[in-house]
């Protein structure tokens, strides 16, 4: 399974971003996904989840009411919506695929390069 994501770039805080990751190689519908981030300096940290059939998502609270996630499978993809978005948002955003709906990162087999989100204050 090989994950493109991007949509990544500079914004005001405040303002919003919509992030989407394309995958190719794999069953898309069958995977669950997932977006983590890693900030300057730190480690990679959860951000949101979203099962195989769409139905059942979870977010971190940092960005809980602000952030969602979506996935269309009949074009293998996976968004995260990001909405009054604040400078401790800046990140490299990853998407990543794999086989339960989980925050542990090391339940992911497949990882996209990364976009890199910057908010400025």
């Known amino acids: 399974v090989q994950l493109q994501a991007s949509g990544g770039g500079l914004v005001q805080a405040g303002g919003s971003l919509r992030l989407s990751c394309a995958a190719s190689?794999?069953?898309?519908?069958?995977?669950?996904m997932g977006w983590y981030r890693q900030a300057p300096g730190k480690e990679r940290e959860f951000v949101a989840t979203i099962k195989w059939n769409g139905v059942t998502t979870y977010c971190q609270d940092s960005v809980k009411g602000r952030f969602s996630i979506s996935r269309d499978n009949a074009k293998n993809t996976v968004s995260l919506q990001m909405n009054s978005l604040k400078p401790d948002d800046t990140a490299v955003y990853y998407c990543a695929s794999g086989p339960v709906t989980s925050t542990d990162l090391s339940t992911y087999l497949y990882w996209g390069q990364g976009t890199l989100v910057t908010v400025s204050s």
């Open positions: 190689g794999g069953i898309f519908d069958i995977n669950d």
